[in-house]
Protein backbone atom coordinates (compact mmCIF):
# COMPACT_ATOMS: atom_id res chain seq x y z
CA UNK A 1 0.00 0.00 0.00
CA UNK A 2 2.98 2.40 0.94
CA UNK A 3 4.45 1.69 -2.75
CA UNK A 4 1.26 2.58 -4.69
CA UNK A 5 0.55 5.73 -2.56
CA UNK A 6 4.25 6.90 -3.44
CA UNK A 7 3.75 6.37 -6.85
CA UNK A 8 0.64 8.33 -6.86
CA UNK A 9 1.91 11.30 -4.73
CA UNK A 10 4.75 10.51 -7.51
CA UNK A 11 2.66 11.15 -10.48
CA UNK A 12 0.58 14.23 -8.95
CA UNK A 13 4.13 15.82 -8.07
CA UNK A 14 5.31 15.40 -12.01
CA UNK A 15 1.95 16.28 -13.39
CA UNK A 16 1.03 19.28 -10.94
CA UNK A 17 4.80 20.68 -11.72
CA UNK A 18 4.92 23.17 -14.44
CA UNK A 19 8.36 24.67 -14.20
CA UNK A 20 10.32 23.86 -16.90
CA UNK A 21 13.84 23.00 -16.93
CA UNK A 22 16.25 24.35 -19.74
CA UNK A 23 19.64 23.78 -20.06
CA UNK A 24 22.28 26.55 -19.25
CA UNK A 25 23.63 27.42 -22.23
CA UNK A 26 27.36 26.63 -22.85
CA UNK A 27 28.54 29.58 -25.10
CA UNK A 28 27.09 32.71 -26.34
CA UNK A 29 25.72 31.19 -29.48
CA UNK A 30 23.81 28.52 -27.60
CA UNK A 31 22.35 31.42 -25.19
CA UNK A 32 21.15 33.43 -28.88
CA UNK A 33 20.22 30.42 -30.71
CA UNK A 34 17.79 29.07 -27.63
CA UNK A 35 16.46 33.06 -27.39
CA UNK A 36 15.73 33.57 -30.93
CA UNK A 37 13.80 30.15 -31.11
CA UNK A 38 11.66 30.65 -28.31
CA UNK A 39 10.72 33.57 -30.18
CA UNK A 40 10.47 32.03 -33.08
CA UNK A 41 8.02 29.32 -31.66
CA UNK A 42 6.39 31.47 -29.10
CA UNK A 43 7.81 30.38 -26.25
CA UNK A 44 8.64 33.22 -24.86
CA UNK A 45 9.02 31.45 -21.25
CA UNK A 46 12.00 30.23 -22.99
CA UNK A 47 13.25 33.47 -24.17
CA UNK A 48 12.96 35.18 -20.95
CA UNK A 49 15.13 32.12 -19.64
CA UNK A 50 18.02 32.85 -21.87
CA UNK A 51 17.64 36.39 -21.37
CA UNK A 52 19.17 39.12 -19.05
CA UNK A 53 16.15 39.86 -16.55
CA UNK A 54 16.44 43.55 -16.14
CA UNK A 55 13.05 45.94 -16.52
CA UNK A 56 13.99 47.13 -19.92
CA UNK A 57 14.09 43.53 -21.32
CA UNK A 58 11.18 42.18 -19.47
CA UNK A 59 9.11 45.08 -20.95
CA UNK A 60 10.62 44.24 -25.02
CA UNK A 61 9.99 40.42 -24.04
CA UNK A 62 6.54 41.46 -23.22
CA UNK A 63 6.04 43.80 -26.54
CA UNK A 64 7.09 40.85 -28.80
CA UNK A 65 5.02 38.57 -26.97
CA UNK A 66 1.98 40.59 -27.82
CA UNK A 67 3.25 41.28 -31.26
CA UNK A 68 3.45 37.82 -31.86
CA UNK A 69 0.14 36.48 -30.17
CA UNK A 70 -1.73 39.15 -32.59
CA UNK A 71 -0.06 37.46 -35.54
CA UNK A 72 -2.36 35.17 -37.60
CA UNK A 73 -2.14 31.33 -37.23
CA UNK A 74 -0.22 30.34 -40.85
CA UNK A 75 1.80 33.06 -40.06
CA UNK A 76 2.47 31.81 -36.59
CA UNK A 77 3.37 28.29 -38.08
CA UNK A 78 5.75 29.89 -40.61
CA UNK A 79 7.49 31.11 -37.73
CA UNK A 80 7.79 28.09 -35.39
CA UNK A 81 9.09 26.26 -39.09
CA UNK A 82 11.84 28.96 -39.65
CA UNK A 83 15.47 28.12 -39.66
CA UNK A 84 18.32 30.60 -37.96
CA UNK A 85 20.46 31.75 -40.23
CA UNK A 86 23.61 32.72 -38.17
CA UNK A 87 25.58 36.08 -40.30
CA UNK A 88 27.81 36.67 -38.12
CA UNK A 89 29.04 35.92 -34.55
CA UNK A 90 31.39 38.93 -33.36
CA UNK A 91 33.77 38.92 -30.46
CA UNK A 92 33.64 42.04 -28.65
CA UNK A 93 35.54 40.75 -25.74
CA UNK A 94 35.49 37.61 -23.32
CA UNK A 95 31.86 38.15 -22.21
CA UNK A 96 30.10 40.03 -25.09
CA UNK A 97 29.28 38.52 -29.17
CA UNK A 98 26.88 40.41 -31.21
CA UNK A 99 25.18 38.11 -32.91
CA UNK A 100 23.73 38.87 -36.76
CA UNK A 101 20.90 36.53 -37.71
CA UNK A 102 17.69 36.38 -39.59
CA UNK A 103 15.33 33.76 -39.64
CA UNK A 104 14.47 31.67 -43.14
CA UNK A 105 10.36 33.16 -43.50
CA UNK A 106 10.74 36.84 -43.13
CA UNK A 107 14.65 37.19 -43.99
CA UNK A 108 14.82 40.50 -42.02
CA UNK A 109 18.20 40.98 -40.54
CA UNK A 110 18.38 41.56 -36.73
CA UNK A 111 21.04 41.43 -33.91
CA UNK A 112 21.41 40.62 -30.30
CA UNK A 113 23.80 41.13 -28.15
CA UNK A 114 24.62 38.05 -25.70
CA UNK A 115 26.54 38.98 -22.78
CA UNK A 116 28.85 37.00 -19.94
CA UNK A 117 26.86 37.63 -16.42
CA UNK A 118 27.43 35.72 -13.16
CA UNK A 119 29.32 33.11 -15.43
CA UNK A 120 25.96 32.29 -17.50
CA UNK A 121 25.72 33.64 -21.24
CA UNK A 122 22.11 35.65 -21.68
CA UNK A 123 20.89 37.94 -24.25
CA UNK A 124 20.69 41.63 -23.57
CA UNK A 125 17.38 42.01 -25.54
CA UNK A 126 17.29 45.95 -25.59
CA UNK A 127 20.77 45.95 -27.22
CA UNK A 128 18.38 44.65 -30.76
CA UNK A 129 16.13 47.83 -30.36
CA UNK A 130 18.52 50.84 -28.66
CA UNK A 131 21.83 49.39 -30.42
CA UNK A 132 23.92 50.71 -27.53
CA UNK A 133 27.11 48.84 -26.03
Not at 13 to 32: I, T, V
Not at 39 to 59: H, I, P, Q, S, V
Not at 94 to 119: C, E, G, W
Request: glycine letters at 4%; charged letters at 25%; aromatic letters at 12%.
Amino acid sequence: MKFITAIAFSIIFCCCSNEKNYPKAENALDAGREFIDGCLKGDFERAAFYMTGDTRNKELLQAQQKNYNEKSKNEKQEYYNASIIINEDAVLNDSTHIINYRNSFDKTARKVKVVLQNNQWLVDFKYTFDGNL
